[in-house]
Nanobody
């Protein structure tokens, strides 16, 4: 079992930055691809970005490409999402997830989920 806990969310003005962290426990995530998803009120959960198990490959949604960067530190069993140039439409609960499969963007391809952290971007 892998337990995931997100942190770093909060309220920020448009144009600002936040760095989300996802701390894993229970077992090493070094063999898992890790993904970030988000869900805004009344909307479906959407893929944001993912990083391969050793951090070499990443995959990022077009909506955040050039603004968000995913990374990981397997020694710390932690994954990060650096979010720059935030927009009001980025407001959502952000979730971290772990997958036994290589880079994936569908939620049903992930095996473990955190409970999320709220990001609110004001105009």
């Amino acid at each position: 079992q892998v337990q995931l806990v997100e942190s770093g969310g909060g309220l920020v003005q448009a144009g600002g930055s936040l760095r989300l962290s996802c701390a894993a426990s229970g077992r090493s995530i070094s063999t898992y691809a890790m993904g970030w998803f988000r869900q805004a009120p009344g909307k479906e959960r959407e893929f944001v970005s993912a990083v391969s198990s050793i951090g070499v490959n990443t995959y990022t949604a077009d909506s955040v490409k050039g603004r968000f960067t995913v990374s990981r530190d397997n020694a710390k069993n932690t994954v990060y999402l650096q979010m720059n140039s935030l927009k009001p439409e980025d407001t959502a609960v952000y979730y971290c997830a772990a997958s036994r499969r290589p880079l994936r963007k569908r939620p049903d391809e992930y095996d473990y989920w955190g409970k999320g952290t709220l990001v609110t971007v004001s105009p």
